[in-house]
C-alpha cells in the first residue's frame, strides 16, 4: 500500500520560513517524479513544485520562484519543500503527489498517489 505523509506545516508569520517534509513508502520512491501542491479554502489545488526521480530537474510556480526549493533524498524516501520569505497568500493546505511521468505532474497536476496534506498558516 502506498503512503504519502506530509509533515511541518503549521502557523508562521509573514516572511517566516517552514520546510515541509512527505515521508513516502509502498513505492520505488526513485522511479516516481515528486510534486508538492496547494488548495486554499475556496479554491482549487494548484501546482507548487515538482522534481524529477534523480532530483535533477525541478520546475516552480510563478508565485513561489526564488522563495521556495524543492529537494528529496532517495535514500531516506523523503521529499522536502523549503519555504521562505512566506506570505500570507502561501496559506493553504499543502499536499505531495508522486507520479512516474514528470510532465504530467508538473503541468497536468495529475498524480497516481496523493498524501493527506499539511496545514500551513501565514499570519499578517
Do not use: H
Request: charged share 20%.
Amino acid at each position: 500500500q502506498v503512503r504519502l505523509v506530509e509533515s511541518g506545516g503549521g502557523l508562521v508569520q509573514a516572511g517566516g520560513s517552514l520546510r515541509l517534509s512527505c515521508a513516502a513508502s509502498g513505492l520505488t520512491f526513485s522511479g516516481y517524479s515528486m510534486g508538492w501542491f496547494r488548495q486554499a479554502l475556496g479554491k482549487e489545488r494548484e501546482f507548487v513544485a515538482a522534481i524529477d526521480w534523480s532530483g535533477s530537474l525541478t520546475k516552480y510556480a510563478d508565485s513561489v520562484k526564488g522563495r521556495f526549493t524543492i529537494s528529496r533524498d532517495n535514500a531516506k524516501n523523503t521529499l522536502y519543500l523549503q519555504m521562505n520569505t512566506l506570505k500570507p497568500e502561501d496559506t493553504a493546505v499543502y499536499y505531495c503527489g508522486a507520479d512516474r511521468s514528470y510532465s504530467r505532474l508538473a503541468v497536468f497536476v495529475v498524480c497516481d498517489y496523493w498524501g493527506q496534506g499539511t496545514q500551513v498558516t501565514v499570519s499578517s
